[in-house]
């Protein structure tokens, strides 16, 4: 071991060592959050929805569901374009409607690749539940 500077180690002391270790871990974490992030071909959204949410449902009710999320689709996008208007109105719309925004457009992607495993139509065709006598 060399010693300088009154005493102080040299190049793997202590102080050193640790602060170096840290930046290393920083930049690890740093790197797989950043990873993580490439990774996300379907949006923010699928790491808050359950990818077997919609495997139990029949096509009848895929059907309604697809109703209600373009509802609610619609509903968010004109609120996130009613905040925009005003000023600072991105920051808020970001804040308040965008993490639902998400997790709709994602529910949709699931919902249509789950109705197209069940081969679903999503397009209702009216069909008579009575039988011809």
């Known amino acids: ?20 270790i840290l930046s290393v871990a920083a930049g690890c974490v740093f790197a797989a ?4 992030g490439c990774s996300l071909s379907d949006g923010y959204g699928t790491l808050t929805v359950d990818p077997a949410r919609y495997s139990v449902y029949h096509c009848k009710d ?3 569901q ?3 999320l373009a509802r609610r689709e619609q509903e968010l996008r004109n609120l996130i374009d009613k905040a925009n208007e005003g000023p600072g109105g991105g920051a808020i719309s970001a804040m308040a409607y965008r993490a639902d925004y ?13 109705a ?5 139509e999503l397009v209702p065709t ?7 006598r």
């Open 66 to 68: 697809r109703g209600n």
């Open 33 to 36: 959050v950043a990873l993580a």
């Open 116 to 120: 197209a495993e069940k081969n679903c």
């Open 126 to 132: 009216y069909q008579s539940d009575q039988t011809v």
């Open 1 to 20: 071991m060399r010693l300088n500077d009154g005493g102080r180690e040299n190049g793997c002391g202590r102080a050193r060592g640790l602060g170096g």
């Open 102 to 114: 998400e997790n709709v457009l994602t529910e949709e992607k699931l919902l249509l690749r789950t």
């Open 62 to 64: 895929l059907i309604a």
